[in-house]
């Protein structure tokens, strides 16, 4: 397979592809492209404050949604590899307040990689977190959220579920008797002395964070406020795409883990889901079918493997006006981060499609 990338034609044609869905009204944000510790592209379009026409930069940092579970699954492990948490051990042990009938089932692998058989809480049309929730402790949102029956047994089906990330949060807390802010700035934000990354609490909006917005039905901009309470460890974590490359690098090494539980979390349970992470081979000849559906796809090699195929190591986010993507192909150490503060009209994904095309001569 011929590689195309980096070379002066392809990073231009990168620029081009992002200009163009920026003067189309369809990115305002940053992406980032890397080979090893080179960044090969770096560039951010449209605002970050619309009423402050203040523009995005490289060091402004976005909610990245869902990819918060990546932090919060390196956390975990962290504890696991000083002995303070059992993977394998049931969540009543380490939440005594938590429902004895099904906290005795379910795992702390079971949480990390989807396959608890909870509820997801924001997958209900009803739920919405008003005033009455927003004065709850974690603890209480958490009662609150399992109330209800589980879907299937522990451990025999993956459905992706938010609540098992925002309980994974708690125990974080009840283990290391600190909140969850302290926990990932002592051992990830600190140590990999990241500028733009941190966990919102909703008290005043971190300084370099681009305000969030959506396309009304009218086709209008609206600005989004962000819910401290809505996304806890499954969503609440913001981050630049230079921290992000700076991250992408320690995963790596064994700066923050050993590469023991690194392994263990970069492989795929059900559905090609790891620990915060999709983590599976894709055929080059596939990579639309992956990026459109990358829990359900199914990867089968083609005869000449190493040239046709990669290891992908993906996950997206999206929330309150952000979107994010973080694809780190691994076999060459080649990462692309796109993070974005508008929601409505394309996703991440095709953008990141058309990037990847222009880097493998696709």
Same mark, same amino acid.
């Given at each position: 397979?011929?590689?195309?990338?980096?070379?002066?034609?392809?990073?231009?044609?990168?620029?081009?592809?992002?200009?163009?869905y920026?003067?189309?009204?369809?990115f305002s944000?940053?992406?980032?492209?890397?080979?090893?510790?080179?960044v090969?592209?770096?560039q951010?379009?449209?605002?970050?404050?619309?009423a402050w026409?203040?523009?995005?930069?490289?060091?402004?940092?976005f909610?990245?949604g869902?990819?918060?579970k990546?932090?919060?699954?390196?956390?975990?492990?962290?504890?696991?590899?000083?002995?303070?948490?059992d993977?394998h051990?049931?969540?009543?042990?380490?939440?005594?307040?938590?429902?004895?009938?099904?906290g005795?089932k379910?795992?702390?692998?079971?949480?990390?990689?989807?396959?608890?058989?909870?509820?997801?809480?924001?997958?209900?049309?009803?739920?919405?977190?008003d005033?009455?929730?927003?004065?709850?402790?974690?603890?209480?949102?958490?009662i609150e959220?399992?109330?209800?029956?589980l879907?299937?047994?522990?451990?025999?089906q993956?459905k992706?579920?938010?609540?098992?990330?925002?309980?994974?949060?708690?125990i =974080?807390?009840?283990?290391?008797?600190?909140?969850?802010? !302290?926990? @990932?700035?002592?051992? #990830? +934000?600190?140590?990999?002395? $990241?500028?733009?990354?941190?966990?919102?609490?909703?008290?005043?909006?971190?300084?370099?964070l681009?305000?969030?917005?959506?396309?009304?039905?009218?086709g209008?901009?609206?600005?989004?406020a962000?819910n401290?309470?809505?996304?806890?460890?499954?969503g609440n974590?913001?981050?630049?795409?230079?921290?992000?490359?700076?991250?992408?690098?320690a995963?790596?090494?064994e700066?923050?883990?050993?590469?023991?539980?690194?392994?263990?979390?970069?492989?795929?349970?059900?559905?090609?889901?790891?620990?915060g992470?999709?983590?599976?081979?894709?055929?080059?000849?596939?990579l639309?079918?992956?990026?459109?559906?990358?829990?359900h796809?199914?990867?089968?090699?083609?005869?000449?493997?190493?040239?046709?195929?990669?290891?992908? =190591?993906?996950?997206?986010?999206?929330?309150?006006?952000? !979107?994010? @993507?973080?694809?780190? #192909? +691994?076999?060459?150490?080649? $990462?692309?981060?796109?993070?974005?503060?508008?929601?409505?009209?394309?996703?991440?994904?095709?953008?990141?499609?058309?990037?990847i095309s222009?880097?493998?001569?696709?």
């Open positions: 397979m011929k590689i195309n990338y980096p070379n002066y034609h392809s990073v231009n044609s990168i620029d081009r592809i992002l200009k163009v920026h003067y189309q009204g369809l944000g940053s992406a980032l492209v890397s080979q090893g510790e080179k090969t592209y770096k951010s379009f449209g605002l970050a404050h619309r026409h203040c523009p995005n930069k490289p060091k402004t940092a909610m990245v869902s990819n918060t990546q932090f919060t699954a390196m956390l975990v492990l962290q504890l696991v590899e000083k002995g303070l948490v993977i051990q049931t969540v009543d042990k380490y939440l005594p307040y938590f429902r004895k009938d099904i005795g379910i795992t702390i692998h079971h949480l990390l990689t989807h396959t608890s058989g909870l509820p997801n809480y924001n997958a209900d049309p009803s739920f919405r977190i005033d009455r929730l927003i004065s709850f402790t974690i603890e209480k949102m958490i959220f399992t109330r209800g029956e879907e299937f047994e522990p451990g025999s993956f992706y579920c938010n609540t098992g990330y925002y309980i994974l949060g708690d =974080i807390e009840k283990i290391t008797g600190k909140n969850y802010s !302290e926990v @990932l700035n002592e051992n #990830i +934000v600190g140590p990999l002395r $990241l500028e733009n990354t941190g966990f919102f609490q909703g008290n005043d909006s971190p300084l370099g681009a305000t969030g917005y959506v396309f009304d039905q009218e209008l901009l609206v600005e989004q962000v401290p309470r809505y996304g806890y460890s499954a974590i913001y981050s630049s795409v230079e921290d992000l490359h700076r991250w992408d690098r995963l790596y090494s700066e923050l883990l050993s590469s023991k539980y690194l392994s263990m979390m970069f492989t795929p349970y059900l559905n090609n889901y790891a620990f992470w999709v983590s599976t081979a894709v055929r080059w000849d596939q639309k079918e992956f990026l459109e559906d990358p829990l796809y199914q990867y089968s090699p083609d005869r000449d493997e190493r040239s046709t195929s990669a290891h992908l =190591i993906v996950h997206r986010g999206m929330t309150h006006g952000y !979107e994010s @993507l973080i694809i780190r #192909i +691994v076999d060459r150490q080649q $990462l692309v981060v796109l993070l974005s503060n508008t929601i409505g009209r394309v996703y991440l994904e095709e953008i990141a499609l058309r990037i222009i880097m493998y001569d696709l």
